[in-house]
Nanobody
Framework: QVQLVESGGGLVQPGGSLRLSCAAS????????VGWYRQAPGKQRDMVAT???????IYADSVKGRFTISRDNAKNTMYLQMNSLKPEDTAVYYC??????????WGQGTQVTVSS
């Protein structure tokens, strides 16, 4: 079992920045993929960004050029740097880990609200 704990969400004005963190309860060095997803009220949960074990990344078109995903294997932590935030980025953000055994784990979510 893996526990994932997100932090860093909050209220920010349009154009502002936030950095989300997700700490895992075990090593993430050998996992297949880590990533961030988000869910706005009344909508499905969508992929925001993922990073594979080989370091390759995938971003949703809506966040390309504004968000950056990274991982620190030594700290068992993944990050999502969010810049130039827009009101439509408002959602609950979830971190995700796909283990080397193809098991999915999810964090509890952290609220990000972009509003003036």
């Amino acid at each position: 079992q893996v526990q994932l704990v997100e932090s860093g969400g909050g209220l920010v004005q349009p154009g502002g920045s936030l950095r989300l963190s997700c700490a895992a309860s075990r090593s993430i060095s050998n996992v297949r993929r880590v990533g961030w997803y988000r869910q706005a009220p009344g909508k499905q949960r969508d992929m925001v960004a993922t990073i594979r074990s080989d370091g390759s990344t995938i971003y949703a078109d809506s966040v390309k050029g504004r968000f950056t995903i990274s991982r620190d294997n030594a700290k068992n932590t993944m990050y999502l740097q969010m810049n130039s935030l827009k009101p439509e980025d408002t959602a609950v953000y979830y971190c995700n880990l796909l283990s080397e055994y193809y098991t999915d784990y999810w964090g509890q979510g952290t609220q990000v609200t972009v509003s003036s």
